[in-house]
């Protein structure tokens, strides 16, 4: 039920066209709440139908023109119940910690250069979040929209502070596994 809520709140901050809205999940919320242009589509349609957002009047009516969104009364009611419910934490499921577990029964074989490549992507991410807090979050930015919006960056930054440290200590474990072979 969050892709709605996720649109409601780009189309809050900024009402835009699909296209745009798309854009900006690429750029922003998509680093923690993802969805395809295909999903974002489909959930317009919906959120309009439902009376939540309207395509705002187009200046000059033309065939093909993109349609501009906002959020209706009903929607910014709607997004408010949503963030002020309370939800449980979803449990972790992760591909490679399965792998790890399995490769205690079947081997190791491919694990190692794997775990390099994901340290590798988290890094990547690190340094793209690291340089995001620099440009949009410099000291004095702080009224409680930036604070609430640099909370969701530092969760980035912290999960990807996280996965670095770990996947260098699993790395550590493994150079001392018996037969080790580097990758």
Known sequence: MSLPH??????????SSGLELTRRFDRSIGYFWSATHQQIYRELGKLEAEGYIRALPAEQPARGQKKNYEVLPAGRAELARWSAASQ?????????LLRL??????????????????LELHQRQ?????EIERRDFPPGRDSPQDRLRHLVLRAGIDLETFWTQWLRHALEEFAELPGHEPA
Not at 88 to 96: F, G, T
Not at 126 to 130: G, I, V, W
């Open 126 to 130: 690190l340094a793209e979040y690291e």
């Open 88 to 96: 449980d934490p979803k449990p972790l499921r992760d591909a490679l």
């Open 101 to 118: 577990r399995a490769a205690a029964v079947v081997g190791t074989a491919g694990l190692e250069a794997d775990l390099r490549r994901h």
């Open 6 to 15: 996720a649109i409601l709140t780009a189309l809050l901050e900024k009402p």
